[in-house]
């Protein structure tokens, strides 16, 4: 007999093969205990698993639907940083979206996870910066950006102010001798808490997971200025980079680099 994990794997490869197409209702579980020669469990159990998935979902009086998911939209990280009139920005294609709503300035602890990152002990005191940012023009949240700065820093300054002024806070730290500020980023993966996925509109029956990307900044001498913690749909957004050759990554069969080479 199948175990529900070879169940599901078949299912799986059917839906991404599109024999199975956005829409589709699977077999109904009477029908795949007869297809697999399975017991009822088994193929209960293999469909939550592809519920887990979020490839499918469970309709009141239609069954089990493929799930239709959003054209995924790629972020291109070019590892720089922008500016216009507003001030730094990271993404070009997140240029356009704005805040929601204003931001929930409030003081805390620097979360146990974050500490050592910022350099600050566990209980510290933090200045958080809470934003929900989208397409002005349809209102749809689209990331969720806290900004974590240390309470030693910004304790009666502009900074703990809702409007922080033209520029922001970046702005606002090289005004106050920090700059010229530098970054560093990282991308991982976590599950949304309920608050975070009603934020950004998930769907609650099935698990999105949350794209992450924190950014540190930082003086010149090292010293940390501020962690953001921006948070998006992983299903809705992929992350993109470019890759430039290194001066010893030469054109095969030369000893030209690429750069050399198309100059």
């Known amino acids: 007999m199948p175990s529900y994990r070879d169940i599901a794997a078949d299912l799986r ?7 199975y197409r956005a829409g589709d209702r699977l077999p109904m579980l009477t ?11 088994t193929v209960r159990s293999a469909i939550a698993l592809l519920e887990q998935e979020g490839l499918v979902v469970a309709v009141r009086r239609r069954g089990t639907i493929v ?6 939209r790629r ?28 931001p929930h300035v ?22 958080v910066r809470d934003r929900v940012m989208g397409d002005p023009s349809t209102r749809k949240p689209t990331q969720l950006a806290t900004s974590y700065l ?16 033209p520029g922001g806070i970046y702005d606002r730290l090289e005004e106050m001798g920090y700059g010229p500020l530098r970054w560093s980023e990282s991308v991982s993966a976590r599950m949304p808490s309920p608050e975070e996925a009603e934020a950004l509109n998930l769907p609650a029956d099935v698990g999105v997971p ?34 430039r050759r290194h001066p010893s990554a030469r054109l095969a069969g030369t000893d030209v680099d690429e750069d050399e080479h198309e100059h």
């Open 13 to 19: 490869q059917q839906i991404s093969e599109g024999r």
């Open 31 to 41: 029908e795949l205990q007869t297809q697999y020669g399975a017991g009822y469990q």
């Open 67 to 72: 799930r239709e998911r959003p054209e995924k």
């Open 75 to 102: 972020i291109t990280r070019s590892r720089q940083v922008f500016r216009d009139e507003i001030g730094y920005y990271f993404d070009p294609t997140a240029q356009p979206w704005a805040a929601l709503e204003p």
């Open 106 to 127: 409030r003081w805390g602890t620097v979360p146990i996870d974050l500490a050592a990152l910022m350099g600050l002990s566990i209980g510290a005191e933090v200045l």
């Open 150 to 165: 240390p309470g030693t820093l910004a304790r009666g300054t502009r900074l703990a102010e809702a409007d922080t002024g």
């Open 210 to 243: 949350l794209l992450r990307i924190m950014r540190l900044t930082t003086s010149p001498d090292g010293e940390v200025l501020e962690l953001n913690d921006t948070r998006m749909s992983a299903e809705e957004f992929e992350i993109g980079y470019s890759i």
